[in-house]
């Protein structure tokens, strides 16, 4: 079995940037990968698209089809006009009535120690949820979490909010796999030891690894003796998936390569183990969202 933990649909066709799948073009690209289910995560931040998701569509589009979709509620730090004392509590309680099975995407362009964050951040806490979150260049003009190439903002708010099970995210986070690699881009060659993303991942129970989209990949195909140390090594800690975002573009594919494709490949050819397979593919987001 396979669970894609990052898939965005759209039941309804809105403005944004690029054409995101629709519910019929992604149970035909799960049907292709051999993905069994997705866990749909809702774009509702301005940064990212121009028409935001309703939650309660995705909700019901789950209902309709409760073997191939579950979803996430998204929250934005900067509802509730701003109130760096929010109580972002009942809307969570609301979203986790209908079925949500965490946080996500997070796209807010904000740093992780901005008050607003912070309260939204202490809110999610305390319900226990995952949030999958995108990491963007410490710069406005992106969407993602604002944080620098040492990823110190991610590190304060694993501290701070410990029952967040947090899932990496982007380019500018799985960069950071490699000690010598500065924010951002999907780099070739070796892995060089002192990555951030190894240091925190061994460091912190609440870091987890989304490997969907190039990036993610990336991240394990660029050093292939590296990733599969990786994959071995956290077993535990990495999520599948592909985040397809438009049915033009291959943001979920590395030179013509899906995530799909090379578990499957590492498996066949016995560099994976059948257990290590399982649980990325599959084990660790069942437990994670208690299906």
């Not at 809307?91 to 309260?119: R, S, T």
């Not at 995530?259 to 016995?270: F, I, K, Q």
Request: aromatic content about 12%; glycine content about 8%.
């Amino acid at each position: 079995m396979k669970i894609d933990i990052h898939a965005h649909v759209f039941p309804k066709r809105g403005y944004v940037r690029d054409v995101f799948l629709s519910v019929e073009e992604q149970l035909q690209a799960n049907e292709e990968q051999g993905v069994d289910m997705a866990v749909i995560l809702p774009l509702i931040h301005y940064e990212i698209v121009q028409t935001p998701q309703i939650i309660e569509d995705i909700a019901e589009l789950c209902r309709q089809y409760p073997d191939k979709f579950v979803f996430f509620m998204n929250l934005d730090p900067r509802m509730f006009y701003r109130n760096p004392e929010a109580d972002f509590s009942p809307l969570i309680e609301y979203y986790l009535e209908m079925g949500a099975k965490g946080v996500g995407e997070m796209c807010a362009n904000l740093p992780f120690d901005h008050p607003l964050m912070e309260n939204m951040f202490s809110c999610i806490d305390k319900y226990e949820l995952p949030l999958i979150f995108h990491i963007a260049p410490h710069q406005y003009g992106y969407y993602g979490i604002l944080d620098d190439e040492n990823l110190t903002g991610l590190e304060g708010a694993l501290q701070k909010f410990p029952n967040i099970k947090f899932l990496g995210h982007s380019a500018d986070f799985w960069s950071e796999i490699s000690g010598d690699q500065m924010h951002g881009g999907y780099p070739d060659g070796p892995v060089a030891p002192g990555g951030r993303v190894v240091e925190l991942m061994r460091k912190y129970d609440n870091m987890m690894g989304d490997l969907s989209a190039g990036s993610g990949l990336n991240a394990i195909m660029r050093d292939r003796e590296f990733g599969i140390w990786f994959l071995n090594e956290f077993q535990d800690k990495l999520y599948f998936g592909h985040d397809f975002c438009s049915v033009r573009n291959t943001k979920g594919m590395v030179k013509g390569m899906t995530l799909s494709r090379y578990m499957d490949g590492l498996l066949e050819e016995g560099a994976i183990s059948r257990e290590v397979y399982e649980k990325i593919c599959s084990g660790n987001a069942r437990k994670l969202l208690k299906l």
